[in-house]
């Protein structure tokens, strides 16, 4: 089993930045596929970032292009989403899942393992 805890979560103004981290425990996720999705208050789980195994590939919604960045670190077995110039949009839970298909993903059910999320606010 894979444990995920998330972390970094806040209140920040609008073009403000956050750090979230994932940290993963019970078993190494390095050979894991790794996303970050999010859910605003009355609507669906979308996803926002997903990284390969490796890092050497990576998928981003287009509302979060170019202001998100997803990276991990294989040694701390912790994925990390860097959020810059955020929106009220933005606002939202922020989970964290692992897949151990190797391939990053968009799809919520192609993942196996999920953070139980943290909160992100975002003030105009």
């Known amino acids: 089993q894979v444990q995920l805890v998330e972390s970094g979560g806040g209140l920040v103004q609008a073009g403000g930045s956050l750090r979230l981290s994932c940290a993963a425990s019970g078993r190494t996720v390095s050979r894991y596929a790794m996303g970050w999705f999010r859910q605003a208050p009355g609507k669906e789980r979308e996803p926002v970032a997903a990284i390969s195994w490796s890092g050497g590939s990576t998928y981003y919604a287009d509302a979060v292009k170019g202001r998100f960045t997803i990276s991990r670190d294989n040694t701390k077995n912790t994925v990390y989403l860097q959020m810059n110039s955020l929106k009220p949009e933005d606002t939202a839970v922020y989970y964290c899942?692992?897949?151990?298909?190797?391939?990053?993903?968009?799809?919520?059910?192609?993942?196996?393992?999920w953070g139980q999320g943290t909160q992100v606010t975002v003030c105009s």
């Open positions: 899942a692992a897949t151990p298909r190797g391939f990053r993903s968009s799809t919520p059910v192609e993942y196996d393992y």
